[in-house]
């Protein structure tokens, strides 16, 4: 079994920040690459920001220059610093990590249980 478990969202007013973690845990053999979707209602969800082990970075075009995404592979944990809110960032944040499990053969994908983050203007 592989868990995350995400923390640090909330509210904040436009201009703020607010940093995200997510730390995985359970029977984790090695992690491919970690990151953060994030879903506004009625819109689709969308990849914010991927962190790869070897600490290559992705960010969606809107997030570019205000979020910051790092990991600390030895605690298995990633962390998305996000700047400059804008009202447009609202959603609730998904934290994903690509696993590859113990005694297992293939990678998969698991999700944390997602955190709100809400700007207000």
């Known amino acids: 079994q592989v868990r995350l478990v995400e923390s640090g969202g909330g509210l904040v007013q436009t201009g703020g920040s607010l940093r995200l973690s997510c730390a995985a845990s359970?029977?984790?053999?090695?992690?491919?690459?970690m990151g953060w979707y994030r879903q506004a209602p009625g819109k689709e969800r969308e990849l914010v920001a991927t962190?790869?082990?070897?600490?290559?970075?992705t960010y969606v075009d809107s997030v570019k220059g205000r979020f910051t995404i790092s990991s600390d592979n030895a605690k298995n944990t990633a962390y998305l610093q996000m700047n400059s809110l804008k009202p447009e960032d609202t959603a609730v944040y998904y934290c994903?990590?690509?696993?590859?499990?113990?005694?297992?053969?293939?990678?998969?994908?698991?999700w944390g249980q997602g955190t709100q983050v809400t700007v207000s203007s």
């Open positions: 994903y990590a690509r696993v590859l499990p113990t005694q297992s053969i293939s990678s998969h994908n698991y």
């Open positions: 359970g029977s984790i053999f090695s992690i491919n690459a």
């Open positions: 962190i790869t082990s070897g600490g290559s970075t």
